[in-house]
């Protein structure tokens, strides 16, 4: 890291607290995790954060699909973001933050390249034949983010960055396994084709599902295998617990049991997400970040204990 010799002025402290807003109003369970990192770091993670959430908007609202703004945003961004001048921090304070946090970590922008034209695709593609293609989708969308927050984090080298991608993966299908019944709402399945034919669940079933909110014993079936195939992506993540500085490990680690936590809520559930949107208990999510850090980076959180969702195949 390349700290700054200054204190940043007032105008570019103001943008770093737009993305803490931005951050905090749309990723509760990882802006909880952010708060348990020294304080130089915060905003880093802050501006990230934000960044990815501004272009994630623009997907989820553009009118018919349109990939104008979408494209006209993110030429915009990426010409500013390698200039040599930052962006005006009080005209474009995401863009102003997140200039000034890719040079004090000299992260390589080709990283947010990828990771808009994964949201690109979002414009035009609403289905993914096979896992490798959703993980495709997921390598831009979700592993380049890992990369970029593991420096701000202190982890480097090739095993770490791949384990931080892997857990930006698991984050996100995190997030899939969650939101299906939302993702049908915009007309898109992030539940690969693959499994759905495996499991014997129609697309009609699924709207079904979301219609009536109580799943059939197919799409439960068809939730626990993306459960399972989540839980293991964490468990290929997690020797890059060990891998961050110590004093921002309980950030990682929190997070981590966080997220996980969420698949653990569909467990109790019955694999059924389409009753109502399932999240950790917000006095669950207080005891686990008490519990990281009295832990002190001691890698042996567990919310359920290392339980293990009961086994569910479609073959």
Known sequence: MRPF?????PELVAAYVQCRRIHA??????????RLLPPE???????????????????????GGD?????????HALAALRAAEPPHPRLEPVLAATWHTMRAYDLD???????????????????????????????????????????????????????????????????FVRDVAEDLDRGRIYLPGEDLRRCGVSEDAL???????????????????QVRRALDLYEQARPGLAMVDA???????????????????????????????????????????????????VNRLAVRGGRRPPRRSCS
């Open 5 to 9: 010799t200054h204190p940043p002025r």
């Open 25 to 34: 109003h749309y990723g509760r369970t990882y802006y909880l995790a952010t």
């Open 41 to 63: 770091r915060r905003p880093h993670v802050w501006a990230l954060y934000a960044f990815a959430r501004v272009a994630d908007e623009i997907v989820d609202n553009a009118a």
């Open 67 to 75: 990939p104008r703004r979408l494209t006209g945003w993110s030429e």
């Open 109 to 175: 922008p080709g990283l947010l390249e990828e990771f808009l034209a994964s949201m690109a695709m979002d414009l035009t593609v609403t289905r993914y034949a096979t896992w490798a293609d959703l993980r495709g989708y997921m390598r831009g969308s979700a592993a380049v983010i890992g990369e970029l927050m593991a420096p701000v984090l202190g982890a480097s080298g090739p095993e770490a960055l791949h384990c931080a991608g892997t857990l930006g993966e698991a984050f996100q299908l995190t997030n």
């Open 207 to 225: 709207a079904q599902a979301v219609r009536c909110g109580q799943p059939d014993p197919a799409v439960r079936t068809l939730v626990a295998v």
């Open 247 to 297: 004093s921002a490990r309980p950030c990682l680690e929190a997070a981590f049991t966080l997220y996980r936590a969420i698949l653990w809520q569909v467990v109790d559930h019955d694999f059924d997400v389409f009753a109502g949107r399932l999240s950790v208990p917000r006095r669950a999510r207080a005891l686990t970040a008490g519990r990281v850090v009295a832990a002190a980076g």
